[in-house]
């Protein structure tokens, strides 16, 4: 490979193409950057760089242990035995973001959350993150929380018309309701958990008086408004969302309906959920 070769002390000043995936290598007072193009007057030596590595997966910190999720500062395992206090360390002093590891027992009841046991670093179940530009807080041990659903919410945020009225009606701690207020200028989305309500309140003054949103604390089988009240309704329940389709779909024109299962016709795959079992979606015109 070709590396061009420049005084240390000018690194902060040259403008290269350096091939990524490559590490730039250092050598006395030079550095030696891997490039696939040279430009004339520029000083060339052959050099074989080291494979840059990001950070490790994981199971390669600790073997075994694969299933984990990171919110913010804090990170959620499910690993398949226990972790000794010197593996958890290891883990900390990887991720070097992290600040709390909580293992996850099981999601419990109807609000979906989780519960937790704390194993290392600061007992603390709140934190704030990025997603889709825009910040979060939320209570881990409150609040169901899933980044992995992420891209999907901003799927759903650039298929939704701009004059559109939509109800979230599972909203939890606000994830895309925040992100369909930037966009259409005014939501209302509901949930069972007050918890989850108060957290996307918090989160909406954290991100700018712009954002307005109605949040209503309700059961989503007896809904509080009118019958057609919205052209969207968003029923992001995936557990158990057959009871609520006729209730959502009386309040609303149309409904993007997810659900738990085994793949089905008509029903387009968002997500793996276990080896047999995914997480699907569907539009649904009411009147059909
Ligand atoms: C799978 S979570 C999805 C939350 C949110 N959409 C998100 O992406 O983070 C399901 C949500 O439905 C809420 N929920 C469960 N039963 C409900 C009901 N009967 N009425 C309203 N919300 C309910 C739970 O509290 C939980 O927040």
Redo the contacts with the bound molecule.
């Keep these: 490979m070709k590396c061009l070769k420049v005084p240390r002390r000018l690194m902060g000043e040259i403008r290269v193409k350096s091939v990524p995936g490559y590490e730039i290598l250092y050598e006395g007072d030079y550095a030696l950057i891997p490039v696939s193009e040279v430009r004339e007057g520029q000083e060339v030596v052959e050099c074989n760089p080291p494979v840059k590595r990001g950070t490790p997966k994981l199971n390669e910190i600790v073997p075994g242990v694969s299933s984990f999720y990171l919110v913010g500062d804090i990170m959620i395992i499910s690993p398949r035995r226990e972790l000794t206090q010197e593996e958890l360390g290891r883990i900390m002093r990887t991720y070097s973001k992290v600040r709390a590891i909580y293992l996850r027992k099981k999601v419990k009841g109807?609000?979906?959350v989780n519960e937790l046991v704390h194993v290392a670093g600061e007992k603390r179940t709140t934190t704030t993150f990025n997603e889709g530009g825009l910040k979060y807080f939320v209570d881990v041990a409150k609040?169901?929380?899933?980044p992995s659903?992420a891209t999907e919410?901003l799927r759903v945020v650039e298929s939704v018309p701009s004059s559109s009225r939509v109800l979230?009606?599972?909203?939890?701690?606000g994830?895309?309701a925040l992100q369909l207020a930037r966009k259409l200028g005014y939501v209302v989305a509901?949930?069972?958990?007050l918890d989850?309500l108060l957290m996307a309140s918090l989160s909406a003054k954290m991100n700018s008086s712009k954002l307005v949103l109605d949040l209503v604390h309700?059961?989503?089988?007896y809904l509080p408004f009118r019958e057609k009240a919205f052209d969207l309704a968003i029923g992001?329940?995936?557990?158990?969302i057959d009871r609520?389709v006729e209730e959502l779909c009386r309040v609303s024109r149309s409904v993007i309906l997810y659900k738990l299962g085994r793949i089905q016709d008509g029903w387009e795959k968002v997500n793996d959920y276990s080896k047999d079992l995914v997480i699907m979606k569907r539009v649904l015109r009411c009147n059909e």
């Design positions: 109807e609000l979906r609040v169901y929380v899933n659903m919410r979230d009606a599972f909203t939890g701690y994830a895309l509901g949930d069972l958990n989850g309700f059961d989503a089988q992001d329940n995936p557990t158990m609520f």
